[in-house]
C-alpha cells in the first residue's frame, strides 16, 4: 500500500497572483487579495497553495524571470505581506509552496549583469557560455519562444544559452557553486516557514552537450535540442544534493514541473528510495496524440481515461504523480473538450469528480471550481503572454495577421490567465480599476463566485462538496484504484478500496445518455452530478458510489 503523509492527503490549488484578486486597484492581482480570499480557499476544502512567482522580476514572463530571488515584487506587495499570508495559511490549517525557477534567472538579475561585464568573475560560469563570432550562434536549438536559444554578448565576444525567453538565461548546473547558491535559497525560504516548491522546469537543468539537435525531433516537437536536456546525466544528482542540502532538513515538499519526461522517467523521479523528487507533472495528457497545443480541434475525453489508466497502472505504490489538466500554460480542459455552453457546468462536474477521484495528487488551478473555460480573445491586441506575442510576430511573417491571431488564439496561455471571476460586478470583483488582461463578461451569466455560493447546483457547490467527500474518507488518497466495466467505451467506472472503506465512480463521458451498469446490492450514492441518480446516465454524469 501507500506509505502515509501529510502532503499525500492534500489537494493543492495554484493560484496566478496576476489574475487572483486585486485589492489596491492597480489592475494586477497582489498579495493582499489573495489574504482576502483565503476565507473562500479554506471553505472551499483546499488544504495546500501554490504560488506561481512573486518575486522581484521584470515580468518579460510574468514573473518566471527572476531578479531576485529575496525579494518581493511591489507589484504584488511586500515581504510584511508575503509572510502576513503564509501566517494566515498556517493559522488555517493549510499549507503554502512556492514556486522555484532555478532552470534560468532574468537577464537582470545582478548575476547575470556580473557574468556579463567580467569573463572572470566567478558569477560568470553561472550562466551557459561559448565562444564565437556574432553571425552564427553556436548551435541549432531553439527557444520555447520562438527563434534560437542564443543572445550574443559583444562585451564579452560570447553567446549565452536560454531556452525560454531571451531574458531567461539558463545556469549552468555543472557549477557547484552556482549549485550552493540554489540551495541556499531553499533554505532562506524554508526558514520563513514555506512549506516546499514546485520547481519550474526542473528537468531541463543537466545538459549533456551542446551538440546539435536532431532536426527530426525538432520537426516532431516544434523545438529543436530538447534531446540533449530533457533529462540529463547529471539530473538525479542535482534534485538529490538538493533534497539533501535543502529540503530534507525541513520535510518540505518537492514538486517537479518535468514536461518531457514519460512515465519511466517519472518513476524514476519519485520513487520514494531514490530520494529524489516527492512528485511531478508530467504534460502528455494535455494535448490528444497527433495535435499540438497550437492545433484547433476539440480534445476527446476518451483520452485522458486511457491516460490515466495507463499511468495508474504503471506507477507503483512508492511513486507519485501528481493530476492536473488546468495551469497558468494551458487553454482551460473545460473549453478544449466542449465549446458551447450546453453542457458547461455538467461537464465542469465530471472534470471535478475525475480529479479528486483518480488516484495521485490534485492540482486544482484557479477558476476551475467556477467552471470558467476559454472564450475567445476579441484581438491580438489583447494578448500579454511573450510566448504568444512572439509566437504572433514569427507567424505574421509567414501568414499574415489574420492567420497568425487564430493560430495563436487556440493555443495561448492567455486563456488561463484571464482575471478571476469573483461577482457580477464590473471588474468581476477582480478589481476596482482596469484588468492588466482581457476581461469577458461571462461573469455577468452568473460564472462568478458570488453567484455560484448562492446557486446548489453550481459548480463551485459541487467543488465543496467533493473535496469535503475526499476529506472525509482516505481512501481517495491511499485506496487502491481497479477499473471496472471495461468494455464499456462511453463510460469511465473504476473503484476505490483501502481504509476499510469502498467506492465506485461512474462517469459517462459521452455528451448523450447511456445505459447505466449494475451496481452492487446495498451501494449508497455519495455524489451525484445532476443531483440525485436517475435511470439512465445523463449527458456527462458523474456519479460517486459508497459500496458496502
Ligand atoms: O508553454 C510552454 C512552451 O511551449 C510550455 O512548454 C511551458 O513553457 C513549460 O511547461 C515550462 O513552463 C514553465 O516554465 C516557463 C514559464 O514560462 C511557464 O509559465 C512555466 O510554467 C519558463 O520559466
Known amino acids: 500500500g501507500v506509505r502515509r503523509a501529510p502532503f499525500k492527503e492534500d489537494v493543492f490549488y495554484q493560484i496566478y497572483p496576476r489574475s487572483f484578486r486585486d485589492a489596491d486597484g492597480d489592475g494586477v492581482g497582489d498579495l493582499a487579495g489573495i489574504l482576502e480570499k483565503l476565507p473562500y480557499l479554506q471553505e472551499l476544502g483546499i488544504t495546500a497553495l501554490w504560488l506561481s512567482p512573486i518575486y522581484a522580476s521584470p515580468m518579460d514572463d510574468n514573473g518566471y524571470d527572476i531578479s531576485d530571488y529575496r525579494a518581493v515584487n511591489p507589484e504584488f506587495g511586500t515581504m510584511e505581506d508575503l509572510e502576513r499570508l503564509l501566517a494566515e495559511v498556517h493559522r488555517r490549517g493549510m499549507k503554502l509552496i512556492m514556486d522555484l525557477v532555478v532552470n534560468h534567472t532574468s537577464d537582470e538579475h545582478p548575476w547575470f549583469r ?10 560568470h560560469d553561472y550562466y551557459i557560455w ?22 550574443y554578448y559583444p562585451e564579452v565576444g560570447q553567446w ?64 529543436t535540442g530538447i534531446e ?30 518535468t514536461p518531457g519526461v514519460g512515465l519511466e522517467m517519472a518513476k524514476q523521479l519519485t520513487a520514494e528510495e531514490r530520494e ?30 486511457k491516460y490515466y489508466l495507463k499511468w495508474m497502472a504503471g506507477m507503483p505504490d512508492n511513486c507519485r504523480m501528481s493530476i492536473f489538466w488546468d495551469n497558468h500554460d494551458n487553454p482551460r480542459m473545460l473549453g478544449k473538450i466542449e465549446r458551447g455552453q450546453e453542457y458547461r457546468a455538467v461537464l465542469a462536474k465530471l472534470l471535478a469528480v475525475l480529479q479528486l477521484t483518480l488516484k495521485g495528487t490534485p492540482f ?17 491586441a489583447e494578448l500579454r503572454d511573450v510566448e504568444s506575442l512572439n509566437l504572433c510576430r514569427a507567424l505574421e511573417k509567414e501568414a499574415g495577421p489574420k492567420a497568425a491571431f487564430e493560430k495563436v488564439l487556440a ?57 469535503a467527500l475526499r476529506r472525509a474518507h482516505p481512501v481517495f488518497a491511499y485506496g487502491a484504484f481497479a477499473q471496472q466495466y471495461a468494455s464499456r467505451r462511453d463510460l469511465f467506472c473504476y473503484t476505490r478500496t483501502g481504509e476499510g472503506e469502498r467506492y465506485a465512480v461512474l462517469l459517462n463521458l459521452m455528451p448523450g445518455a ?35
Open 160 to 223: 549565452a544559452l536560454h531556452l525560454f525567453s531571451k531574458k531567461q538565461m539558463d545556469l549552468n548546473w555543472d557549477n557547484p557553486a552556482l549549485r550552493a547558491e540554489v540551495a541556499q535559497i531553499v533554505r532562506w525560504w524554508l526558514d520563513k516557514g514555506v512549506d516546499g516548491f514546485r520547481m519550474d522546469v526542473i528537468n531541463y537543468i543537466s545538459k549533456a552537450s551542446l551538440a546539435d539537435g536532431s532536426e527530426a525531433v525538432g520537426k516532431l516537437m516544434g523545438f
Open 114 to 123: 556580473e557574468a556579463c561585464r567580467d569573463r572572470q568573475s566567478p558569477y
Open 276 to 305: 529524489t523528487l516527492d512528485m511531478v507533472f508530467n504534460f502528455d495528457q494535455l494535448e490528444t496524440p497527433g495535435h499540438v497545443r497550437f492545433d484547433d480541434y476539440d480534445y476527446d475525453l476518451a483520452y485522458l481515461k
Open 411 to 467: 493555443g495561448t496561455r492567455d486563456h488561463a490567465r484571464t482575471p478571476m471571476q469573483w461577482e457580477n460586478a464590473p471588474g468581476a470583483g477582480f478589481t476596482s480599476g482596469t484588468p492588466w488582461i482581457w476581461l469577458s463578461d461571462d461573469w455577468q451569466a452568473g460564472w462568478n463566485a458570488a453567484d455560484e455560493a448562492a446557486d446548489p447546483d453550481s459548480v463551485l457547490n459541487a467543488y465543496k462538496a467533493l473535496l
Open 514 to 548: 447511456a445505459p447505466r451498469p449494475r451496481l452492487p446490492a446495498g451501494a449508497a450514492c455519495a455524489y451525484n452530478s445532476y443531483g440525485g441518480p436517475a435511470k439512465e446516465l445523463r449527458p456527462y454524469e458523474a456519479e460517486i458510489w459508497r459500496l458496502e
Open 130 to 151: 561559448r565562444d564565437g563570432g556574432p553571425d552564427a550562434p553556436p548551435n541549432n536549438w531553439t527557444s520555447f519562444f520562438s527563434g534560437p536559444a542564443w543572445n
Open 228 to 257: 540533449h536536456y530533457f533529462y540529463g546525466p547529471r539530473l538525479h544528482e542535482y534534485l538529490h544534493e538538493l533534497r539533501e542540502n535543502a529540503f530534507a532538513p525541513y520535510g518540505a515538499v518537492m514538486v517537479g514541473e
Open 364 to 380: 486544482l488551478y484557479q477558476g476551475q471550481e467556477l467552471g470558467m473555460t476559454n472564450i475567445p480573445f476579441p484581438s491580438a
